[in-house]
């Protein structure tokens, strides 16, 4: 059934896609919260990057499991 | 699972009210707050999903066959107008009506559909609350509200216009640093990257937003099954209609209605509903190849 | 890869339409990859959209946008409604708006800020090191918004500053409006003051346009009409140059005056009023028996609301709240007393209409009652003799209602007072509203965790024990009484207009409920109240005018104990003193006016309380004759002393 590489198959377009985007989101996060304020709250930052980890986490998860088990429900 | 999970969110919906404290739409969970109705996107999509996969066919789906995409839509989306967040509801709105019209509608249906929306417009109008209609009329005629929403949109205007070309540097947009903008860090953080950054960056992160719908749909294109294929359209159908209402309205071409920009917005939320849909394309994305 | 993909679906379209054919019913993927073209194709035109107007803003005008937001020159400057008016009820000011001058500083435009400050300092008079804390304050502020360096400058100062104009970049001053108390302390605690917005205020009113340095109202009516006085605010979107000066209004949103305030209080009665309590703390309301109008409302003593408009020194604060006469107490509708005496009109009441007396019932009064082993005291030592109920409420015979309370029971009594409104709020439109006490054995038994004693029955039929009523609760049971049982809500605010004049609240008569008493009955309490003062052994013959039909009650409350133990010479010396209350209507064929009097420590109802009441109605009815001098008056009804535990008292 895996007849290729996991490589091979996984969809690197989408990733890097994804990848860039959340990098540019970060950055201008930083300076959206830091520019000109007397308290910067770069908490935000912090806590954004901590919700990327849990997404990614999640993402893994959408990820690995089956669409036939989604696809097989009431309705 | 996904309707437990999409039930559950529902009645988290529900609950909110009770642990919200002065906001109305986030659901306290100890240290963190998550948004429910971030969630309820993806769990409408895979639902909706799920039916149109079965039933889809040449023809169109007949008025009968809607009733039941319909319940799953209206459900959430009255929830979600009750919190009052227009944009999100709105959202959940065109993903379903895309995803059906995807699928295709028949013809007549299409048409009664069309005719009843445009009279049924009046009705909604009487529906909403103050403060909304209030942005729309702003949004129709920025002078009726230049202290409010008209002053925002100006404000985001020229920090937009001023980055020009190349933008001013980041950290340097002054617009930005002097707390011109409302919301800076969420709903308008596209126009402090459009000042920092200029046309350059604003232009390449748009393409980059037209690169990933664009790939969302060859996911679509490529995949076997109509369960797949009709998941990863609602997915990209998200992703789409989020970036272009909030550009929109930063650039003053639609409302002001709060919907963050996709992986660039801060919110938890939000951030974790775009990962778990990117997953879904990935997967099926995967999946493709499994056959072969 | 977008073209390979795209070059994918243009040869893939024809082979489409030939399979279609074929496949006419179910969605193959051929069916689906058709449509995907076609969303590719809306997707591609939206974010052409997209991108066009982002070339549009950025390129095309970017060169404009650059420049007004170099100058940060689209700014909001607001403008202030004007506060809405408070008349009294025949339309004389009493709260009023004048202009006030201040002087800010808007730090972009100021250039060096520390020379325009120290040639500002010269000008204005005021120390530099006063203004350069106000600026350290305001730190957080944006440059381009204006701090505040001082607020109502003198008229001396304005044409100074104004003079020297270009000397000072970046100096503004703004007019604001400020409140003016025209009558000074007239009504003070009706009208109430005005001071800064609290924090918790602010996050409260978030959403209705409040901002931080706001003034809204604290007290009385500016602050239970504060949504109706303040009008919103407006604003306007200018442009200004570097220098900070407006070239061009972009657009005016103008501000809504707020409603002007008709009250139902008549000013000269509440002058007279406050003239006849001057010096003595206490309370005077009086209404309107025909439609529940406040016609006076007087907390004595009494404050200047204009001393909070200027920003008051902690000092005065303090002085203020912490004054053993409580002045920042609007007695008349904070102010728990015991009713004494005057809650022997709800006591004959319930024991008429319970049937437990009639008209003719008799009681013997010695001077004293034995309960037990208890001695329970009439006022009058000597005693009444033999008293019926309307000889009992003329005398104020305590032992007639001791009888009358054992047979009612503290429950049944507590009913018939609800019924008359007293240890229930009566809404009137102001805040902190007190609600009063009646005790019930029930709430004796939760409260005190100890049952309700029979011996108890006795005190709280004359008005004393747990019971507790407001001046006001008592005003509006008199009025009941007056006008044949009719309980109005207590109005303040006789009308609300919008500044073109147009009416939009007209205080009408609310009822709120009837006495529990048949019109027989209450005739029969009336004409006991008509014997208090022109009766024989009426306790307050002092209020009788010779021309003028006054009723009313006498009332003298036992002070028990003051939670406040004060240093203070003169509290001391009276802090034992009983309360004296005394409420009147007139005339008893067609009630005009009803007041309750009350004078905290005044010793007897007939000797402190009466005679302001008297010299009050006179004046409202406009009757200009002298008191019935030929009348000698008795002592009045004095405190009655009982004791629960121990022996005999004698």
Same mark, same amino acid.
């Given at each position: ?12 377009? #989408?990733?890097?896609?994804?990848? =860039?985007?959340?990098?540019? %989101?970060? &950055?201008? !996060?930083?300076?959206?919260?830091t ?8 908490? #935000?930052?912090?806590?954004?990057? =901590?919700?990327?980890?849990a %997404?990614? &986490?999640? !993402? ?16 | 699972?996904?309707?437990?999970f999409?039930v559950?969110?529902?009645v ?25 109705s971030?969630f ?21 789906l ?13 459900v ?13 509801a ?13 699928v ?6 299409f048409?009664?559909l ?125 992703i ?53 | ?18 399979c ?82 201040d ?85 003070a ?79 000269e009665?509440?002058?007279?009023a ?22 006076a ?28 006469f ?17 809650y ?36 009058k ?35 018939y ?10 809404h009137?439109?102001?805040?902190h ?30 008005g ?17 009484v ?12 006789k ?102 009097v ?32 030929s ?20």
């Amino acid at each position: 059934m895996f007849d290729r590489p996991f490589v091979q198959r996984f969809d690197w377009c #989408l990733f890097g896609l994804m990848f =860039l985007l959340g990098c540019m %989101g970060l &950055v201008v !996060l930083y300076s959206a919260v830091t520019a000109g304020s007397d308290a910067p709250r770069k908490l #935000l930052v912090v806590r954004q990057v =901590l919700w990327y980890g849990a %997404g990614g &986490v999640l !993402l893994v998860f959408f990820f690995c499991v089956s669409t036939s088990c989604w696809s097989n429900g009431p309705m | 699972m996904i309707y437990g999970f999409s039930v559950f969110l529902l009645v988290c919906v529900l609950v909110f009210g009770k642990y919200a404290g002065g906001s109305r739409r986030w659901l306290g969970l100890g240290v963190v707050s998550i948004q429910p109705s971030e969630f309820v996107k993806l769990a409408v999509i895979v639902m909706l999903a799920r039916y149109y996969a079965r039933v889809a066919n040449v023809n169109g789906l007949t008025f009968y066959e809607l009733f039941r995409p319909f319940v799953v839509v209206a459900v959430p989306f009255m929830l979600i107008v009750r919190q009052p967040d227009l944009g999100t509801a709105m959202v959940v709105l065109l993903i379903a009506v895309s995803m059906t019209l995807f699928v295709k509608v028949e013809k007549r249906l299409f048409v009664c559909l069309g005719f009843i929306s445009v009279t049924g417009g009046p009705l909604v109008w009487f529906c909403l609350k103050g403060y909304q209609k209030q942005r729309i009329l702003t949004f129709l005629n920025p002078d009726l509200d230049p202290l409010g929403a008209g002053y925002h949109i100006i404000q985001s205007k020229i920090a937009i216009g001023s980055g020009m070309f190349l933008g001013r540097g980041l950290g340097r947009g002054p617009q930005n640093a002097l707390s011109f903008l409302p919301e800076q860090h969420t709903d308008f953080i596209f126009s402090v990257l459009a000042e920092e950054l200029g046309f350059a960056g604003s232009f390449f992160m748009i393409f980059l937003f037209l690169m990933l719908v664009v790939w969302g749909l060859n996911v679509a294109h490529g995949c076997r099954e109509p369960f797949g294929t009709i998941v990863s359209v609602g997915v990209t159908a998200m992703i789409f209609w989020q970036v272009f209402i909030n550009v929109a309205m930063v650039t003053g071409l639609m409302p002001v209605v709060g919907v963050p920009l996709p992986f660039i917005s801060y919110g938890g939320s939000s951030v974790i509903t775009v990962m778990m849909c990117v997953g879904v394309l990935m997967n099926v994305s995967m999946r493709r190849f499994l056959m072969e | 890869m977008l073209s390979a993909y795209d070059g994918f679906t243009n040869s893939f379209v024809p082979v489409f339409c030939i399979c279609m054919d074929k496949y006419l019913d179910t969605a193959d993927r051929n069916w689906y990859k058709h449509r995907l073209v076609t969303a590719m194709i809306y997707v591609m035109l939206a974010f052409v959209v997209l991108g066009g107007r982002l070339f549009q803003l950025q390129v095309l005008e970017g060169e404009e946008f650059r420049r007004f937001s170099e100058n940060q020159s689209i700014r909001l400057q607001s403008i202030e409604p004007p506060r809405g008016l408070i008349f009294d009820r025949k339309g004389n000011l009493l709260a009023d708006n004048r202009p006030s001058f201040d002087l800010s500083i808007i730090l972009k435009d100021a250039g060096p800020a520390e020379m325009t400050l120290e040639k500002l300092s010269k000008y204005a008079d005021i120390p530099k090191s006063q203004l350069m804390s106000k600026i350290r304050a305001g730190r957080g502020i944006p440059s381009y918004k204006p701090v505040l360096l001082k607020q109502d400058i003198g008229r001396d100062v304005l044409a100074a500053i104004e003079v020297h104009r270009f000397d000072l970049p970046g100096i503004v001053i703004e007019v604001r409006q400020k409140r003016f108390y025209a009558q000074g302390r007239t009504a003070a605690h009706v009208t109430g003051y005005m001071g800064e917005i609290s924090a918790a205020e602010l996050s409260y009113w978030k959403d209705m346009g409040y901002r931080t340095g706001d003034f809204v109202g604290k007290f009385g009516v500016e602050k239970s009409s504060e949504r109706f006085l303040r009008g919103k605010r407006g604003g306007r979107q200018v442009e200004v140059n570097a220098k900070g000066q407006v070239i061009r209004v972009l657009r005016t949103v103008d501000a809504e005056p707020g409603q002007n305030i008709f009250l139902t209080i008549d000013q000269e009665l509440q002058q007279k009023a406050e003239l006849l309590m001057e010096g003595i703390p206490g309370a005077v309301v009086a209404m309107d028996p025909g439609t529940g109008h406040i016609l006076a409302m007087v907390s004595s003593p009494s404050f200047d609301p204009n001393t909070f408009i200027g920003g008051m020194s902690h000092r005065e604060w303090n002085a203020l709240i912490s004054d053993p006469f409580r002045p920042m107490e609007n007695k008349v509708i904070q102010g728990e007393y015991p009713p004494a005496s005057t809650y022997k009109i709800v006591t004959a009441i319930a024991g008429l209409e319970e049937g437990v007396i009639n008209r003719n019932t008799t009681y013997f009064c010695p001077g004293y009652h034995r309960y037990g082993n208890n001695i329970f005291r009439c006022w009058k030592r000597s005693g009444h003799g033999s008293v019926d109920i309307v000889k009992a409420l003329a005398g104020s015979c305590d032992v007639f209602f001791y009888q009358v309370g054992l047979r009612l029971g503290v429950d049944r009594l507590a009913d018939y007072a609800g019924a008359c409104g007293l240890g229930t709020l009566t809404h009137v439109d102001l805040n902190h509203e007190a609600r009063g006490l009646i005790p019930t054995s029930e709430w004796k038994e939760k409260r005190m965790g100890v049952p309700w004693q029979k011996g108890e029955n006795l005190s709280i039929a004359i008005g004393q024990g747990y019971n507790l009523v407001t001046p006001l609760q008592m005003a509006v049971l008199t009025a009941a009484v007056a006008n044949g049982g009719i309980l109005y809500r207590p109005l303040i605010v006789k009308k609300r207009e919008t500044v073109e004049g147009r009416t939009v609240y007209r205080g009408d008569r609310e009822i709120v409920g009837r006495l529990p008493v048949s019109r027989k009955n209450l005739d029969i309490v009336r004409k006991g109240l008509w014997e208090v003062t022109h009766g024989r052994a009426g306790t307050a013959r002092v209020a009788r005018v010779r021309g003028l039909g006054i009723s009313g009650k006498t009332g003298t409350a036992q002070v028990v104990s003051r939670k406040r133990k004060s240093g203070d010479r003169r509290v001391r010396s009276l802090h034992l003193k009983s309360h004296a209350w005394f409420v009147a209507y007139a005339e008893p064929d067609d009630p005009r006016i009803a007041v309750a009097v009350l004078v905290e420590h005044g010793e007897h109802g007939s000797g402190t309380a009466a005679p302001i009441a008297r010299e009050l109605i006179k004046m409202f009815m406009g009757f200009q004759g002298v008191p019935d001098v030929s009348v000698v008056s008795d002592p009045g009804d004095v405190p009655v002393l009982y004791e629960f535990s121990g022996g005999p008292f004698f």
